[in-house]
């Protein structure tokens, strides 16, 4: 496993205090979850692979919807805490996006979720090559990352909007700060690497946050009813 990725240390720093409030933070219960999970088929008996799943939260939603979950993450330490979540009802394995999946066969699963951990991916070809090599004919791949606007609008000063590029942000959301670097990347270096690997777009979802947000943080509501945090996206990988 190779420590020197982008934002390897600071996941592992940032991985307690955020498996302490990611299922109920507002920016991920309240706004990017909601969207991503309206985005899968139904998941009853079905094999999924969670791609990049942090502390395992939604390895448990997709084990309570039925599903059958091999999960991974390049974190030791958010392995660990997903193992906790799951216990032996998942299989967590470490595993580098940036790196063959080599613990899956071809034609291994139904649906490949990947949440908000792509944006510390520089080049998506090899992992949506992956994992349309994994996915059975007929599959889903739903992902969720940044939106391309929203990254541009925060940067622009000092952003190239048509190149991807290192942007660093301080998150204060986890009881302490903590810098936190990603790719930004243009729409183009979203879509192009999906159709290329034979994925077929269905749908893309730029959602708003849920009027429960409102309460909880009433500043980033108001910014992000009328401005674009995250992008979800379903694709298909074409029946045979």
């Not at 507002?26 to 079905?46: D, F, I, M, V, W």
């Amino acid at each position: 496993m190779d420590d020197s990725r982008l934002g390897y240390e600071t996941w592992e720093n940032l991985a307690e205090a955020y498996a302490e409030k990611v299922e109920t933070k507002a920016h991920n219960a309240l706004y990017e979850r909601p969207a991503t999970l309206s985005l899968l088929p139904a998941l009853q008996g079905k094999r999924i692979l969670d791609a990049g799943c942090g502390p395992g939260v939604y390895a448990k939603i997709l084990l309570q919807q039925g599903a059958e979950v091999v999960a991974f993450d390049r974190s030791p330490k958010m392995v660990a805490l997903a193992e906790k979540r799951v216990g032996e009802a998942a299989l967590v394995l470490q595993a580098d996006f940036e790196e063959p999946l080599d613990f899956a066969s071809d034609e291994e699963f139904d649906v490949v979720l990947s949440s908000l951990a792509l944006d510390y991916v520089e080049d998506w070809h090899p992992i949506f090559n992956e994992f349309f090599r994994v996915l059975k004919s007929g599959g889903t791949l739903v992902f969720s990352v940044g939106h391309p606007f929203g990254g541009y609008r925060r940067f622009r000063e000092d952003a190239d909007y048509f190149q991807t590029e290192v942007k660093k942000e301080t998150w204060t959301g986890f009881g302490f700060e903590i810098e936190v670097p990603f790719y930004r990347r243009p729409l183009s270096a979203i879509v192009n690497p999906l159709i290329a690997a034979g994925f077929v777009l269905e749908r893309i979802l730029e959602p708003v946050p849920l009027e429960e947000f409102k309460r909880s943080d009433p500043l980033d509501y108001e910014k992000l009813i009328k401005e674009p945090g995250f992008l979800c996206v379903r694709a298909q990988k074409p029946p045979a």
